[in-house]
């Protein structure tokens, strides 16, 4: 099985600011990377997609980066609604696994 | 527009068996990789299960033998049989499509199974 850690678990940012998470493989998972945002009491919703492909109707201040087992997520200028928890997915094999999550909270 | 709507959470006991229901619009349920996704209560998210279109299946390694993921092509739903229910197994269930390399691209709203006495 593939282990997918994120890092930082919590972010604290304030809005307009840039926002870093990072995703970790612990073996090469090409640029099968995904990454999810999540609300309280939603479900999730696919951001990105081949390590740095936006999925339709995500905004441009949400980009991806990376291949093999360094991916990062960065929000350019944090907005309101970007406040969630977001979770990379490696699919790169049948059992697509989930990072534990990074919580971004507002500062 | 694609939906995916989830039936058949609810409480049930320890050993219990459940049925989870997820009947899709927008598209053809055999012509998609389709999976179920759990997420316990205030943790992330877990990799249930998957039937791809050719019929083949895959599951976690804490579900093998206790799930069984299958679809009925004519209603155009995804079915998870849940057997030999334990409390960890409590969480909400996502049905979910995958395109065909593997991304999640979309997700029903759950639906909540409590295994407790």
């Known amino acids: 099985e593939i282990v997918m850690t994120q890092s930082p678990a919590t972010l604290s940012v304030s809005p307009g600011e840039r926002a870093t998470l990072s995703c970790r493989a612990s073996q090469s998972v090409s640029s099968n990377l995904a990454w999810y945002q999540q609300k309280p009491g939603q479900a999730p919703r696919l951001l990105i997609y081949g390590a740095s492909t936006r999925a339709t109707g995500i905004p441009a201040r949400f980009s991806g980066s990376g291949s093999g087992t360094e991916f990062t997520l960065t929000i350019s200028s944090l907005q309101s609604e970007d406040f969630a928890v977001y979770y990379c997915q490696q699919y790169n094999n049948w059992l697509g696994t989930f990072g534990q999550g990074t919580k971004v909270e507002i500062k | 527009e694609v939906q995916l709507v989830e039936s058949g959470g609810g409480l049930i006991q320890p050993g219990g068996s459940l049925r989870l229901s997820c009947a899709a619009s927008g598209f053809t349920v055999s012509s998609n990789y389709m999976s179920w996704v759990r997420q316990a209560p205030g943790k992330g998210l877990e990799w249930v299960s998957v039937i791809y279109s050719g019929g083949s299946t895959y599951y976690a390694d804490s579900v093998k033998g206790r799930f069984t993921i299958s679809r009925d092509n004519s209603k155009n739903t995804l079915y998870l049989q849940m057997n030999s229910l334990r409390a960890e197994d409590t969480a909400v269930y996502y049905c979910?499509?995958?395109?065909?390399?593997?991304?999640?691209?979309?997700w029903g709203q759950g639906t909540l199974v409590t295994v407790s006495s």
């Open positions: 979910a499509r995958e395109s065909t390399t593997g991304v999640i691209d979309y």
